[in-house]
């Protein structure tokens, strides 16, 4: 950007601002530089994201949404840091910065199993995102344990390797020797188990014994491989609430066609977001 631009009064200016629904509580300054009213200004995507967002390679493996992030949204220094439901807001508030505030879904009802397009007023839905508390403590005899957010970078690579795991699974059929057969379908157990340790141990910020306090990942990890199943279970389980409260509460639809009504959840794929 040139200073001295005499076109500089036509370059594009922000949109809208909005509000982290965490506070920028989970980050420091290197992550949020954030404004004094705690509202960050949003500027509607240019060109140049336009085409980023359409690079498939560097969407699937982040890169596209953190420059179109950065481009958007300035104050965000780091995006790869923000938690989920951060994320998630903030590309909700480029799409509205972008798209005059609105966007589409397409739901097909279970009823009539027709397809209708839905045009959703995204702001309040920006507003309504509610931070997660992670300060509640899970007990578990003389263990504490205490859960945190994933950041971006840390789904991103879960998600990355999630989707190896399925090109694996997809070629077993490839496999006539049923010795090889089996041998694949163990190491691909075994890989999946390590993968769900892995997302599940990231989300633990520490847990807490009568003598210390534990935040070495390998050392939780390998807690988490070696416990008894009724821990593992009830660990796997806070982990598994506390992700699912981050997800945007479902959409009252009304079928055109059928009248019927029924609840559709919106997920917000990033792979996809900005097609």
Known sequence: MLDNN??????????????????????DAAVVNMPVNRELPVYPMTAIDEMTARTPDALFNGVAVVEIIKSCVPNILDPWQLNSIDL???????????????????????????????????????SNMKNIDYNEILQIRELEIKFRPLTYVETNQNGLEQFQMQKIIESMNSYEDNDKKREVISDAIKQLNDIVIKIVAG??????????????????????N????????????????????????PLDVSCPECKHQYKQQIVLNVTDFFA
């Open 6 to 27: 005499p076109l500089k009064q036509y370059f594009r200016r922000p949109s809208i601002y909005f509000r982290l629904p965490s506070d920028a509580q989970y980050y």
């Open 88 to 126: 998630d807001a903030t590309l909700l508030a480029i799409k509205a910065a972008t798209n005059d505030g609105t966007m589409s879904i397409t739901s097909t009802c279970p009823a009539c199993t027709e397809q209708s397009d839905y045009e959703l007023n995204i702001m309040p839905m920006v």
């Open 203 to 224: 989300t633990i910020d520490w847990i807490k014994t009568p003598e210390t306090t534990v935040v070495d990942k390998t050392f939780i990890i390998d807690f988490l």
């Open 226 to 249: 070696n416990c008894d199943k009724s821990t593992s279970d009830v660990i796997k389980n806070r982990s598994v609430e506390l992700r699912s409260k981050n997800e945007l509460p």
